[in-house]
T-cell receptor, first 113, second 113 residues
Framework: QQQVKQSPQSLIVQKGGISIINCAYE??????FPWYQQFPGKGPALLIA?????SEKKEGRFTISFNKSAKQFSLHIMDSQPGDSATYFC????????????FGTGTQLKVEL | EAGVAQSPRYKIIEKRQSVAFWCNPI?????LYWYQQILGQGPKLLIQ????????DSQLPKDRFSAERLKGVDSTLKIQPAKLEDSAVYLC???????????FGPGTRLLVL
């Protein structure tokens, strides 16, 4: 019940295209859903996060869409750039859980010219 | 603002040897986390400290792993004795409080031969 399932495992997108990564969760107690970006040899860095009181959050080219009833959320990267090539992790936590993050398995994104 | 510092960055040891990792969190961050990231997987929480007290160590293999956070600042994670399956990147993260954004260090890549 603590799992967060992420897909696809890898993704190749042309420059300027839209990258979409999906996550699903089971634990309805989760109330915080961040996305992390990780470059090789670096630690994950927070990209954008959402709480379940809104269905969408946009920051620049990055948008989280959240579907509470389906227990799913997704990351959309608009106008994808080669510099966006990285591994993306969705995660979830709940307030009563001490901010413990449960991560998805990651999506390796490659943006080609 | 300086980020989370970790050392060493890389470590190669033989199985059954011991190893220790060090983490210095962002100044003023009360909460410190150690994660294990196995190749191709998302980070998994090993232990969470609030100041110098343990909040969650439910996924720490206590027969071989230990961690401490003296004086509520720096932390060390030790493995003794190491097994082949301990080969992973060990990430340290810190947050201002129990619900704040987690900031990750670059990690220590451990290879057990």
């Amino acid at each position: 019940q603590q799992q967060v399932k992420q897909s696809p495992q890898s993704l190749i997108v042309q420059k300027g295209g839209i990258s979409i990564i999906n996550c699903a969760y089971e634990n309805t107690a989760f109330d915080y859903f961040p996305w992390y970006q990780q470059f090789p040899g670096k630690g994950p860095a927070l990209l954008i996060a959402i709480r379940p009181d809104v269905s969408e959050k946009k920051e620049g080219r990055f948008t989280i869409s959240f579907n509470k009833s389906a227990k799913q959320f997704s990351l959309h990267i608009m106008d994808s750039q080669p510099g966006d090539s990285a591994t993306y992790f969705c995660a979830a936590s709940f307030t009563g859980g001490g901010n413990k993050l449960t991560f998805g398995t990651g999506t390796q994104l490659k943006v080609e010219l | 603002e300086a980020g989370v510092a970790q050392s060493p960055r890389y470590k190669i040891i033989e199985k059954r040897q011991s190893v220790a990792f060090w983490c210095n969190p962002i100044s003023g961050h009360a909460t410190l986390y150690w994660y294990q990231q196995i190749l191709g997987q998302g980070p998994k929480l090993l232990i969470q400290f609030q100041n110098n007290g343990v909040v969650d160590d439910s996924q720490l293999p206590k027969d071989r792993f230990s961690a401490e956070r003296l004086k509520g600042v720096d932390s060390t994670l030790k493995i003794q004795p190491a097994k082949l399956e301990d080969s992973a990147v060990y990430l340290c993260a810190s947050s201002l409080g129990g619900l704040g954004t987690q900031y990750f260090g670059p990690g220590t890549r451990l290879l057990v031969l």
